[in-house]
């Protein structure tokens, strides 16, 4: 009985969940917003997370929807992004320039501003790595609540922002012709898509390549199609349903938030987002100029959001997924790589989190009883 209790329970909240982000996504994208479907999901469940609405949503439905988002991501690729990759080596130094020096200008942002001890300064600075981050957060005695809710709104500003701003610049894509963007055709080829597709998101996953589920789909799907083996794709309802899911695991982030926290670090997170997506626009329209690269592309991938939120943004935008995945992949194992050594020398320095963790303390202790516990670790 407690089993079956609890299983209408998941069910009746996956469903909230589910109508909710449906809602949020058909209001802004049947009112054809940038990317409305994603960021109206995302808005409307973060809302209602917030709100302490029970919001669920289970992670096999969120890995399948990986794989599928990847499946469509690489129908994308064409000749003509083959021909482009050429390019991509020094977009790549470009970027870790970029990441570098955006780093560090949030991290002096939080430290002058906002009093903000080193080492947590520089772990809401992370472009990427959240888990890695948290985790030296806590081993650090750095202010691990506080550094969690600026990378979520990091996370929530840019992804719902940056539509309206390429949009805005009128940078967005146009849809590649041809039949690797359309979904009739043979359901043998759709269907030996979907099986390849899946083994590379398992066998990307299964050697932990970063959003290896979402990496390992578009590389086999970008391969085959960008061969001309492949020429089918998803249905583009399925992409819509994708882009519903991958917005309310966004949204739901925000799961359990404390309202205080949130409503004292929004100004800090955002003012930290202002700097650090200065910074990063500004090496990547540089790098758009110097190399001949679309500045959409570039925008989105050098802009510090999540690998599999960006990658999907760059897809609905109409932009090269492929080159925007592949930067953010890049991103990802320089952060894993550099953050540890940046950490070792700042301690070394002597520069550990003092009394910004102990003013934390009190505070949390003087809210109110009915605060909830700060959003869980996304990546």
Same mark, same amino acid.
């Given at each position: 009985?407690?089993?079956?209790?609890?299983?209408?329970?998941?069910?009746?909240?996956?469903?909230?969940?589910?109508?909710?982000?449906?809602?949020?996504?058909?209001?802004?994208?049947?009112?054809?917003?940038?990317?409305?479907?994603?960021?109206?999901?995302?808005?409307? =469940?973060?809302?209602?997370?917030?709100?302490?609405?029970?919001? $669920?949503?289970?992670?096999?439905?969120?890995?399948?929807?990986?794989?599928?988002?990847?499946?469509?991501?690489?129908?994308?690729?064409?000749?003509?992004?083959?021909?482009?990759?050429?390019?991509?080596?020094?977009?790549?130094?470009?970027?870790?320039?970029?990441?570098?020096?955006?780093?560090?200008?949030?991290?002096?942002?939080? +430290?002058?501003? +906002?009093?903000?001890?080193?080492?947590?300064?520089?772990?809401?600075?992370?472009? %990427?790595?959240?888990?890695?981050?948290?985790?030296?957060?806590?081993?650090?005695?750095?202010?691990?609540?506080?550094?969690? !809710?600026?990378?979520?709104?990091?996370?929530?500003?840019?992804?719902?922002?940056?539509?309206?701003?390429?949009?805005?610049?009128?940078?967005?894509?146009?849809?590649?012709?041809?039949?690797?963007?359309?979904?009739?055709?043979?359901?043998?080829?759709?269907?030996?898509?979907?099986?390849?597709?899946? $083994?590379?998101?398992?066998?990307?996953?299964?050697?932990?390549?970063?959003?290896?589920?979402?990496?390992?789909?578009?590389?086999?799907?970008?391969?085959?199609?960008?061969? %001309?083996?492949?020429?089918?794709?998803?249905?583009?309802?399925?992409?819509?349903?994708?882009?519903?899911?991958?917005?309310?695991?966004?949204?739901?982030?925000?799961?359990?938030?404390?309202?205080?926290?949130?409503?004292?670090?929004? !100004?800090?997170?955002?003012?930290?987002?202002?700097?650090?997506?200065?910074?990063?626009?500004?090496?990547?329209?540089?790098?758009?100029?110097?190399?001949?690269?679309?500045?959409?592309?570039?925008?989105?991938?050098?802009?510090?959001?999540?690998?599999?939120?960006?990658?999907?943004?760059?897809?609905?935008?109409?932009?090269?997924?492929?080159?925007?995945?592949? +930067?953010?992949?890049?991103?990802?194992?320089?952060?894993?790589?550099?953050?540890?050594?940046? =950490? +070792?020398?700042?301690?070394?320095?002597?520069?550990?989190?003092?009394?910004?963790?102990?003013?934390?303390?009190?505070?949390?202790?003087?809210?109110?009883?009915?605060?909830?516990?700060?959003?869980?670790?996304?990546?």
């Amino acid at each position: 009985m407690a089993a079956a209790a609890s299983l209408r329970d998941g069910l009746i909240r996956l469903a909230e969940t589910l109508i909710i982000g449906a809602a949020g996504g058909a209001a802004l994208g049947l009112a054809k917003f940038p990317a409305g479907w994603l960021s109206g999901a995302m808005i409307a =469940v973060a809302a209602a997370a917030i709100a302490r609405r029970p919001v $669920l949503l289970p992670n096999r439905l969120a890995q399948a929807a990986y794989v599928a988002l990847g499946i469509s991501l690489g129908a994308a690729v064409t000749p003509d992004t083959v021909a482009r990759i050429s390019s991509w080596p020094a977009s790549l130094l470009v970027l870790a320039l970029a990441m570098a020096c955006n780093s560090l200008a949030v991290v002096v942002y939080l +430290h002058q501003v +906002h009093r903000w001890d080193t080492l947590s300064a520089l772990f809401a600075s992370a472009p %990427g790595g959240l888990s890695q981050a948290l985790a030296l957060a806590s081993e650090t005695g750095a202010d691990l609540r506080s550094v969690a !809710m600026v990378q979520s709104v990091r996370v929530l500003v840019l992804t719902a922002g940056l539509p309206l701003v390429v949009a805005g610049f009128g940078v967005t894509g146009g849809r590649p012709p041809g039949a690797a963007v359309e979904t009739a055709a043979s359901l043998g080829e759709l269907a030996g898509l979907i099986v390849a597709a899946t $083994l590379g998101a398992v066998a990307a996953y299964w050697v932990r390549v970063p959003g290896g589920l979402l990496v390992g789909a578009m590389a086999v799907s970008g391969l085959l199609h960008g061969i %001309g083996l492949v020429k089918v794709n998803l249905p583009p309802s399925l992409a819509i349903a994708s882009f519903v899911v991958m917005g309310s695991i966004i949204g739901a982030r925000f799961a359990g938030t404390d309202i205080w926290l949130l409503r004292r670090l929004i !100004m800090v997170g955002l003012g930290a987002l202002f700097v650090g997506t200065t910074v990063s626009s500004a090496f990547a329209v540089a790098a758009a100029f110097l190399l001949a690269l679309p500045v959409g592309d570039v925008v989105i991938a050098y802009a510090p959001g999540a690998l599999e939120a960006m990658s999907t943004l760059a897809f609905a935008l109409n932009l090269d997924p492929a080159y925007v995945g592949t +930067h953010h992949i890049a991103r990802l194992i320089f952060v894993s790589l550099m953050m540890p050594i940046v =950490v +070792h020398a700042i301690r070394r320095r002597g520069a550990s989190p003092k009394s910004l963790s102990d003013q934390r303390t009190a505070e949390a202790k003087a809210k109110p009883a009915d605060a909830i516990p700060p959003p869980a670790p996304g990546s």
